[in-house]
């Protein structure tokens, strides 16, 4: 395949774009006992793009012979040429940029499918009776396994040429608890980049377990958060969740060129000198981060980006058509989640580098505020940098102390006011490497992390 996309894209006459995929994905669930579905899905096919008079087209097919792959080329570039009249705005130029080539295999010893679908389906079986025997007020649970594991073929009419595999393995966890007619949810969940192993590396099924029977069932009796701005430690998700969807997207050049309120801010504070904030293929500090390609879909290497330095604005996330128009070298982020998607501006793995303060000292001089970790499932955020997020698990500062559990909280704010008040960086770093994706038009497996942080922000949550 690799051969035939070459040739096709070195006998192009415009700049041409050729990408095969071939993707496996599999699921399995399990509640209250039950299998409740097993669905396991191939597919395969080649997305052609080409640029011509300055406008892209793109078709996308399953006939993987020669004549079906020359056919999907010549629809994009009649695609392109037919809209090219009615188009005000035209690509003038792709941005140079360091082009793959080679071979590019999963980072694992021990890849999935050395594991049977049995072994999967046992794990989940015996993980969702482990829920339900951990309390007699627990009233029904689940256990979910997934995986995505991707082979892809990319090749430009300009030089990139790479090989690219892909395994994307993740397992959720999910109690709900019940005592005098209340109710309360508690769940966890984990995703990597790489195999079997690499999955439960961090955290065993039995931990997932035991913090989502305890969320759920201490839920129960937990008060509510009273409301207010107040200092607050926030835990590695919560700061990932942070990074990403309320500075992230904000920095998506083609969101910015849309009015992001970071137009025009390269250069400018826009954070504590604390705080270093970055997107990157790579995984740093941490290995097998879910949001880990070592290659975008336009054949770019990718790398580390750094877009926040010391609390100054340096670079969004671009493309090579947005890297053009800005006139800088493009960052890798161009993504498709399948063969029939158009590449588009994702990020990858979004984080804050870890500072230099030890995690307990964070607490310290906070008389009234609180711990917030995890993200609870609901919540937005805009290219103004707005959000409001749930939390999973806030507890209570007093004096310096981590305390009680409430529940219910929730945070809101702008983003960028937010890092702006980061008077504190702890100097431990993790992967929020949960289940989910990121979605943008269409989905995109990213990951998102850093240390903890003391900031200030608004909590909600009903009073007492």
């Known amino acids: 395949m690799q051969q035939l996309l070459e040739r096709i894209a070195a006998e192009a006459e415009d700049w041409t774009e050729l990408r095969f995929q071939a993707r496996q994905t599999r699921t399995l669930t399990v509640r209250n006992g039950l299998l409740e579905s097993s669905t396991s899905v191939r597919l395969k096919g080649?997305?052609?793009?080409?640029?011509?008079?300055?406008?892209?087209?793109?078709?996308?097919?399953?006939?993987?012979?020669?004549?079906g792959i020359r056919a999907a080329v010549a629809a994009a570039r009649s695609a392109a040429r037919t809209s090219a009249a009615a188009k005000r705005d035209r690509v003038d130029r792709l941005a140079n940029a360091s082009l793959a080539r080679g071979v590019f295999p999963v980072d694992t010893r021990d890849p999935?499918?050395?594991?049977?679908?049995?072994?999967?389906?046992?794990?989940?079986?015996?993980?969702?009776a482990h829920v339900r025997a951990a309390s007699a007020k627990i009233v029904s649970a689940a256990a979910t396994y997934d995986e995505i594991q991707d082979e892809k073929v990319l090749v430009t009419s300009d030089g990139a040429?790479?090989?690219?595999?892909?395994?994307?393995?993740?397992f959720r966890v999910l109690a709900v608890a019940?005592?005098?007619?209340?109710?309360?949810?508690?769940?966890?969940?984990?995703?990597?980049?790489?195999?079997?192993?690499?999955?439960?590396?961090?955290?065993?099924?039995d931990?997932?377990?035991?913090?989502?029977v305890r969320l759920a069932v201490d839920s129960l009796s937990a008060p509510q958060p009273e409301g207010g701005t107040l200092p607050v430690v926030l835990d590695p998700e919560l700061v990932g969740l942070l990074c990403h969807e309320a500075i992230g997207h904000t920095v998506e050049a083609d969101v910015v060129l849309g009015g992001a309120v970071t137009a025009d801010k390269i250069g400018q504070r826009v954070a504590s000198e604390l705080v270093t904030m970055c997107d990157s293929g790579l995984s740093p500090y941490d290995l097998h981060a879910v949001g880990t390609l070592p290659v975008d879909d336009e054949g770019v290497v990718t790398g580390r980006t750094v877009l926040i330095e010391r609390g100054v604005l340096r670079s969004y996330l671009h493309n090579r058509e947005t890297a053009a128009h800005y006139g800088v070298a493009p960052t890798g982020?161009?993504?498709?989640?399948?063969?029939?998607?158009n590449p588009i501006i994702r990020m990858r793995n979004t984080y804050i580098e870890p500072g230099e303060q030890e995690v307990g000292a964070l607490f310290a001089g906070i008389r009234r505020g609180y711990y917030l970790k995890g993200f609870a499932m609901s919540g937005q955020a805009d290219s103004n940098a707005e959000f409001m997020f749930g939390v999973r698990e806030a507890r209570r500062i007093v004096d310096g102390h981590v305390g009680q559990l409430v529940r219910g909280a929730t945070i809101s704010g702008n983003a960028f006011r937010v890092l702006e008040s980061v008077d504190a960086v702890g100097n431990d770093f993790a992967w929020e490497k949960g289940a989910g994706a990121c979605g943008k038009g269409q989905a995109a497996k990213v990951d998102s992390g850093g240390p903890h942080i003391r900031c200030t922000l608004t909590i909600g949550g009903r009073q007492e």
């Open 46 to 67: 080649v997305g052609a793009r080409v640029l011509a008079l300055g406008v892209f087209g793109f078709a996308s097919t399953t006939d993987l012979t020669e004549r």
């Open 112 to 128: 999935l499918d050395a594991h049977p679908l049995e072994e999967k389906l046992a794990l989940a079986l015996e993980t969702e």
């Open 161 to 170: 040429s790479a090989h690219i595999f892909d395994s994307k393995p993740s």
């Open 178 to 205: 019940r005592d005098s007619g209340d109710q309360s949810l508690g769940y966890d969940t984990v995703g990597v980049t790489g195999g079997w192993s690499d999955l439960f590396a961090a955290r065993t099924t």
């Open 207 to 212: 931990e997932l377990v035991d913090h989502a």
């Open 333 to 341: 982020n161009a993504r498709a989640f399948v063969y029939s998607d």
